[in-house]
């Protein structure tokens, strides 16, 4: 398979109004947000405003001007109509149900400007992984769904930054990790955004998956969620964290394009990270229900395919696949959508279809580094790890308090402040320089000693050397 056609793309996503968390969380279904009225009877102008205003609390949003008051009223106004109109039609039908969600007062077209980014022109996709491809032969499961097997962590949230690329990588990546050592590990985006600069990634204005794997396979892994914690913006990459490979890949391989088959065969496996169109305006207020509302083939969102099946008869019997987004657990079922499966396109529904791929993961994980132990300068105080105990004052044979020189195997200089590194062992502590050897040219500056951390005070020290000796 040479060339994958595609252009690549940086998915550069959809992401959402910053908002409270605690609104995140909730996810109220109140029959007057949602409830199809009767014969579609127009709300009146009262209860609109009703609804807006606990909208507005439920969301903890504020605007500033009265202005902007007045157009988010008049957008989420329109989309009520839009869903009310929808749900009224879906509801004998089985179809998907669309609900007045956190972008509820956003037009679609504010929608897309504000949080889609544009396509760009990249090199191909990578080597298109065999393992998966489907054959006439090859018996796959009616359903899949990798939360019941413990393979998914619960849906975060990207927050107001263009990091889909990161949540669909890392969560890819737990799953297997999952599957592969049976542990659920929660790692890391922030460290993506912050140091996987390579190829199309570029922090909070976009990136790729398969970049994102390659970084994490040439880093020899990615650290944990709980130690790199997300921020939902780009900062500098922090390397002590970089350097803790607490999950590691083996390799990544992109799954035979426009092939549904071959996509269901690799979600039968592990979960795998899909790029999807997610612009569009029944995309933005999807509440419940197998999606089968409009959408093309224009990938600007990542997200995480966990599964597929059919629907019960409620959903029209419909072919699914299991999706889970980065929109916090908010947005449609608890952060995640069903999204028509079995089309006759062959990109899939919304393209889900063209670029998915997976990391490949062959063994254990690496060995963590042990903490190098602290010096220990005397039974109650200590230095830590590659440092040198200092005695600052001390009274016969008894040191009452020490000091710490940030060096290996340093000589303590009698200034009781300084010390000097291994290579430069003289100290002239008039000049508070370091030497190499007596009356040598070549010096450094003396290393300024901190205090030794102690468990006891100097007294009850002092108290014991005496009743001890
Ligand atoms: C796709 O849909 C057809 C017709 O409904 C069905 O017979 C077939 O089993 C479906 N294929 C998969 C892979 O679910």
């Known amino acids: ?65 009265l202005a902007e008051y007045v157009h988010r009223f008049r957008a989420f106004r329109d989309n009520l109509d839009f869903v009310d109109a ?44 065999e393992r998966y491809r489907y054959r006439a032969e090859d018996v796959l499961p009616e359903s899949v769904d990798w939360r019941e097997k413990g393979a998914v962590a619960p849906v975060k949230n990207q927050g107001h930054c263009g990091s ?29 955004l912050d140091c996987s600069r390579n190829g199309q990634n570029n922090g909070c ?10 970084f994490i396979v040439r880093n020899g892994g990615i650290d944990t969620e709980k130690d790199y914690p997300y921020a939902a913006k780009e900062g500098k990459c922090d390397l002590a964290k970089k350097a803790r490979t607490v999950v590691s890949i083996d390799g ?32 933005q207020l999807y509440e419940s229900g197998v999606f089968t509302g409009r959408c093309g083939t224009e990938l600007d969102h990542a997200v ?27 947005w449609g079922e608890g952060g995640y959508i069903r999204m028509e499966r079995n089309v006759t396109a062959r990109a899939g529904k919304c393209g889900i279809a063209m670029f998915a791929s997976y990391p490949v993961k062959n063994g254990p994980n690496p060995k963590p580094i042990p903490p190098a132990p602290e010096e220990k300068c005397d039974r109650y105080s200590s230095c830590p790890a590659g440092s040198t105990c200092c005695c ?60 030794a951390k102690r468990q006891r005070t100097a007294v009850s020290e002092l108290v014991d050397s005496i009743f001890s000796s």
Not at 3 to 17: D, E, H, I, K, Q
Request: hydrophobic content about 40%; charged content about 20%; overall charge neutral.
């Open 1 to 65: 398979m040479a060339g994958r056609g595609t252009a690549a793309v940086a998915f550069v996503c959809l992401v959402f109004l910053a908002a409270s968390s605690a609104a995140a969380a909730a996810h109220v279904h109140d029959a007057a947000e949602h409830g199809v009225p009767q014969g579609l009877t127009r709300r009146t102008e009262a209860d609109v405003r009703a609804m807006f205003d606990a909208w507005l609390a439920r969301h903890g949003r504020t605007y500033n001007a």
């Open 164 to 192: 889909c690329w990161a949540f669909s990588t890392v969560a890819a990546v737990e799953g297997v990790n999952k599957i592969v050592t049976g542990d659920l590990v929660t790692l890391s985006e922030q460290e993506l």
């Open 205 to 214: 204005n976009g990136g790729i998956m398969d970049d994102a794997f390659d």
């Open 86 to 129: 929808h749900n009224a039609r879906a509801v004998q039908r089985g179809g998907f149900r669309l609900g007045m969600n956190r972008f509820a007062d956003l037009t679609n077209a504010e929608f897309r400007a504000a949080y889609l980014g544009s396509s760009t022109a990249g090199r191909g996709r990578n080597a298109v992984g």
């Open 252 to 283: 990544f391989e992109d799954v035979p394009d426009d092939d549904e088959a071959s996509l269901m065969k690799a979600v039968a496996h592990q979960p795998v990270s899909v790029a999807i169109e997610a612009g569009g305006r029944e995309f």
């Open 392 to 451: 600052t004052y001390g009274v016969r044979s008894v040191c009452l308090a020490w000091g710490c020189c940030p060096a290996k195997g340093a000589t303590c200089c009698r200034d009781r402040t300084t010390c000097c590194p291994s290579e430069y062992p003289v100290c002239n502590a008039g000049k508070r320089t370091c030497a190499k050897s007596n009356g040598s040219p070549y010096t450094v500056d003396a290393l300024p000693r901190t205090p």
């Open 304 to 330: 995480l395919a966990v599964g597929y099946g059919t629907g019960t008869e409620a959903d029209g019997g419909k072919d699914f696949w299991l999706v889970r987004n980065s929109w916090g657990p908010g």
